[in-house]
C-alpha cells in the first residue's frame, strides 16, 4: 500500500474523504490544499488515498495542485506545451511520456545544482558577505542623504586596475564553466 522513499521512510498518508476533504494522520489534523503544495515544496513524502476505497490518488492531488496553481496566475505551463501534452494522450508514445518528463525534470535540477556549485564557487566563499556589506553601506549613504545631521559612510577609493583584472579574470573563468555545462 504504502511504498517507501529513498531514506526508508513510509511517506506521510494524508486520507481525502467524500466531503473533500484531507487529513493528514501524522499530524491527526485537517489540511488543506495550499498545505499539501508547501509539502511538496519543502520535499515532503506523502501519499493521498481515498478513505472509502483506500486507492491512491495522489496522482489527481497532484495535478489539481498544479491546475489551481495555474489558475492563480502562477502560469509555469505554456499552451503550446500543454496542447502537445494533451496530444500524447491516446498515442503511441504516452507510455513513454511520464519516463521522459521524469528525466527530463531531474537533469534540470541536476543542471541547476551545478550551476549554482559554479556560481558559488566563482564567486569564492565570502561573495555574499561582500555583496551584503556593499549593500548596507549603499543603504545606510542614500538613508544618511534623508536624514539631516547623519554620518555618510567612508567611501572607498575606486578599485585599482589589478582588483579590476581580478574581477574580469574570476567573470572569464565563470564563463568557461558555465560554456563546459552548457556542453
Same mark, same amino acid.
Not at 4 to 31: F, H, V
Given at each position: 500500500?504504502?511504498?517507501e @522513499? #529513498?531514506?526508508?521512510? +513510509?511517506?506521510?498518508?494524508?486520507?481525502?474523504?467524500?466531503?473533500r476533504? /484531507?487529513? *493528514?494522520t501524522?499530524?491527526?489534523?485537517?489540511?488543506? $490544499? @495550499?498545505?499539501?503544495?508547501?509539502? %511538496?515544496? #519543502?520535499?515532503?513524502?506523502?501519499?493521498?488515498?481515498? +478513505?472509502? %476505497?483506500?486507492?491512491? =490518488?495522489t496522482?489527481?492531488? !497532484? %495535478?489539481?495542485? =498544479?491546475?489551481? #496553481?495555474?489558475?492563480?496566475?502562477?502560469?509555469? !505551463? &505554456?499552451v503550446?506545451? !500543454?496542447r502537445? /501534452?494533451i496530444?500524447?494522450?491516446? *498515442?503511441?508514445?504516452? +507510455? /513513454?511520456m511520464?519516463?521522459?518528463?521524469?528525466?527530463?525534470?531531474? *537533469?534540470f535540477r541536476?543542471?541547476?545544482r551545478? /550551476?549554482?556549485?559554479?556560481?558559488?564557487?566563482?564567486?569564492?566563499?565570502?561573495?555574499?558577505?561582500?555583496?551584503?556589506? %556593499? *549593500?548596507?553601506?549603499?543603504?545606510q549613504a542614500?538613508?544618511?542623504?534623508?536624514?539631516?545631521?547623519?554620518?555618510a &559612510? #567612508?567611501?572607498?577609493p575606486?578599485?585599482?586596475?589589478?582588483?579590476l583584472?581580478? $574581477?574580469?579574470d574570476? $567573470?572569464?573563468?565563470?564563463?568557461?564553466?558555465?560554456?563546459?555545462l552548457?556542453?
Amino acid at each position: 500500500m504504502a511504498r517507501e @522513499d #529513498e531514506a526508508g521512510q +513510509a511517506p506521510i498518508i494524508i486520507k481525502k474523504y467524500a466531503n473533500r476533504r /484531507l487529513y *493528514n494522520t501524522k499530524s491527526s489534523s485537517y489540511i488543506t $490544499l @495550499d498545505d499539501l503544495s508547501r509539502m %511538496t515544496r #519543502e520535499g515532503v513524502d506523502f501519499q493521498v488515498l481515498d +478513505a472509502k %476505497t483506500g486507492n491512491d =490518488i495522489t496522482h489527481a492531488v !497532484l %495535478t489539481q495542485i =498544479i491546475m489551481e #496553481e495555474e489558475a492563480s496566475g502562477e502560469q509555469m !505551463l &505554456p499552451v503550446s506545451f !500543454l496542447r502537445q /501534452l494533451i496530444s500524447m494522450y491516446g *498515442n503511441s508514445m504516452q +507510455a /513513454l511520456m511520464p519516463h521522459y518528463l521524469e528525466a527530463t525534470m531531474e *537533469n534540470f535540477r541536476v543542471n541547476q545544482r551545478k /550551476l549554482q556549485e559554479t556560481f558559488t564557487a566563482s564567486m569564492g566563499p565570502d561573495a555574499f558577505a561582500k555583496m551584503a556589506e %556593499t *549593500n548596507m553601506k549603499m543603504f545606510q549613504a542614500a538613508a544618511s542623504a534623508f536624514m539631516p545631521g547623519a554620518k555618510a &559612510p #567612508e567611501a572607498k577609493p575606486a578599485a585599482s586596475g589589478s582588483e579590476l583584472d581580478e $574581477l574580469r579574470d574570476q $567573470l572569464s573563468r565563470m564563463q568557461k564553466k558555465l560554456d563546459e555545462l552548457g556542453k
